[in-house]
């Protein structure tokens, strides 16, 4: 039976030099509050076999913890560190990009003081936060104009917006695509107060059905990137240079969602061969393009609109703006990203860059040393094998990079066991399970980090 009579009083507790410091730290009110709900917590527990209370000493200082314990919880981040194992280079779960060490130097730099975000200094006078990042997206991608806000799906709204509210966008009925978090481009059309005109089909759209949709209420043509899918055999869509061609005919703006953000400098990556690239939708006629800052570019959350300069001024100028502009971190965080994009060497130090065009050598040496450092570990057996990481994040559907993965079996546990307990580390590590084994793909844990992940694996056992 259990003895109510061993917890102690909430103010007898608060008199205890095990709490001294709590009271310190957290406040009375606080510790008082903590002290109440872990008394519940007692209350509930004694009379269970893993709970030892015999004495008002042992049910006091059982509480002790769990005050100090929950005090400590309620001040934790929950935002964490990640070890990404799962070869998914752009994990929107995970947070897509992570970012050089020279984007998180000047972000830091630009964090702990004032910054002339929107001063001009030359001048001594108020300035424009766009002015920022916009010289070195026109030289990555040749644009005549740029603009920042804080991600793609607030770039393709407020470009609506801006140029077609309450007038009509052709769009073709298999690029009215759904991406993660819900993001539909149709709702988004409908929030800008533009209207929906569907043309073609979902697997085929013709040049003739975008001709035959202008009329006097045709505001833009939108193009969207299919993102996260792809559909094969008998499909079709006009090129960007003839859809452009067609719009410029009449004195249309032709709009693309590309999303993917890739500058498209440097052809070497096959995962990215069929991918449109920004410049490439520019040089073919495209008049605006809007696309992601965390994806292939590999810097910070946010939304890019390029092209035409008149275009991009009266995005610029609409009220939206207000709402979807970026802050000082990001235009920090962006323009060291594209100042390494800048020179061939330098995109070797964004992460992105150097998973993508990582070798399968590579990759194997450092499955090897995993193994070499896991060998000593009771009950756990390691097997290098082939396998694919992909590009993800909505970005070259259907990607597949070569790669060599660690295949981890433990003796006694499942592979949801340990999947399990790999995410209950600290760091956390996120992995796959292929084969009825948990799998671990280097390619997307970042060099630093190897160490962390064989701890982690050893704790699991």
Known sequence: MSDFRLIPSIDALLLRPELAGAIRQHGRDRVAIAARAAADDLRAALGQPSIAIASEEDAAAWLDRRVVETLASAIAPSLKRVINATG??????????PLAAEAIARIAEIAGGYT???????????????????????????????LVVNNNAAATLVVLAALAAGREVIVSRGELVEIGGGFRVPDVMAQSGAVLREVGTTNRTRLADYSAAISERTALILRVHPSNFRIDGFTGRPAPADLAELAHRFTIPLFEDLGSGWPGTDRAMPALAGEPSIRESLDAGVDLVSASGDKLLGGPQAGLVLGRRDLVDRVRRHPLMRAVRADKLTYAALEATLALWAQVPSRASIPVHRMLTMSVDEIDRRARALVAALSGARGVSCEIVDGASTAGGGSAPGSAL??????L??????????????????????????????????????????ADLARAIRTAV
């Not at 998914?88 to 990009?97: D, P, Q, S, Y």
């Not at 070569?402 to 295949?407: D, I, M, Y």
């Not at 592979?415 to 390619?443: F, G, M, Q, S, T």
């Open 88 to 97: 998914v280079v752009l994990h929107t779960n995970l947070g897509r990009a």
């Open 116 to 146: 002339n975000l929107e001063y001009d200094l030359p001048a001594g006078g108020r300035g424009h936060r766009h002015a920022h990042a916009e010289r070195l997206l026109r030289a990555l991608t040749g644009a005549e104009s740029a």
């Open 402 to 407: 070569p790669t060599r993965l660690v295949a």
């Open 409 to 450: 079996a433990i003796d006694g546990r499942s592979p949801d066991e340990v999947e399990r307990r790999l995410r209950a580390h600290d760091p956390p590590v996120v992995a796959r399970i292929e084969h009825d084994r948990v799998v671990i793909d280097l390619r997307t844990v970042q060099p630093g980090e190897d």
